[in-house]
């Protein structure tokens, strides 16, 4: 591991959690496979419907084919999240200055995507007809490995706008037929720190028995 890097690691699954941010802004080192491992690993590890495991980490280091995809990630972002961003008011928790500092992350990943040293390509088997429950196979184990990605000390993001292009972006990384991705997580050392993230209050959007009622005590 080059020197400096991973500092950030811990265990406590709290911490991890408050603190993994999505880390857009990546240096291009190499990551030892055996890190990239055990975030497979841990991937693996989710819960599937049915523990029916159709999942498939394509993970992807070739600069040809992450550079297709970007092509299509960047056009994307110039077509609808661009202008998205401009237009809309920060989220809660947010703030305006906060939320242009992630707006520029945002477009400093589309322009960097495919320099981000290993990419892990989240895939299912989920048939010509994917129906609303399909991604809950599939984002747990996302998430896990988000999480174990944070733990090492490495930064990620959980990425889904390529799949505005499916078609052509799973034909450019091989998917065949039968499966699709449903995530790109870009894997690397982040140059920036972990940090806690920005959320609104809890109780805002936490009901107590009825919809709409005060869970009391939570703040
Ligand atoms: C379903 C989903 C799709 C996302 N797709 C992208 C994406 O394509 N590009 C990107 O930069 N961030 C993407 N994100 C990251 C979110 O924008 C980010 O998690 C959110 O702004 C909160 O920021 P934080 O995790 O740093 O607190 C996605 C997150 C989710 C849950």
Avoid at 56 to 74: C, N
Wanted: positive net charge.
């Amino acid at each position: 591991m080059p020197e400096g890097q991973g500092q950030a690691s811990g265990t406590d699954v709290f911490e991890i959690m408050h603190t993994m941010r999505a880390m857009r802004r990546l240096k291009p080192d190499p990551v030892p496979d055996e890190l990239i491992f055990k975030i497979l690993a841990a991937g693996q590890a989710a819960a599937s419907g049915g523990n029916t495991q159709r999942w498939r980490f394509l993970v992807l280091k070739d600069p040809a084919k992450k550079k297709a995809v970007q092509v299509y990630y960047k056009k994307a972002f110039d077509e609808v999240v661009g202008p998205r961003y401009a237009s809309s008011p920060p989220p809660p928790g947010s703030d305006p200055a906060r939320y242009k500092r992630q707006h520029a992350a945002v477009e400093y990943l589309t322009d960097h995507y495919h320099e981000a040293p290993v990419w892990i390509v989240a895939c299912l088997e989920d048939g010509a007809n994917p129906g609303r429950t399909a991604g809950s196979s599939i984002y747990p184990a996302v998430q896990n490995m988000l999480l174990a990605a944070r733990a090492l000390g490495l930064g990620s993001t959980l990425t889904t706008r390529h799949t505005q292009y499916e078609k052509e972006v799973d034909a450019a990384m091989g998917v065949p037929p039968g499966y699709h991705s449903y995530a790109i997580l870009p894997i690397g050392y982040p140059m920036g720190r972990f940090g806690p993230v920005g959320r609104g209050p809890l109780s805002d959007v936490v009901y107590l028995d009825d919809w709409g009622k005060p869970y009391p005590g939570l703040k």
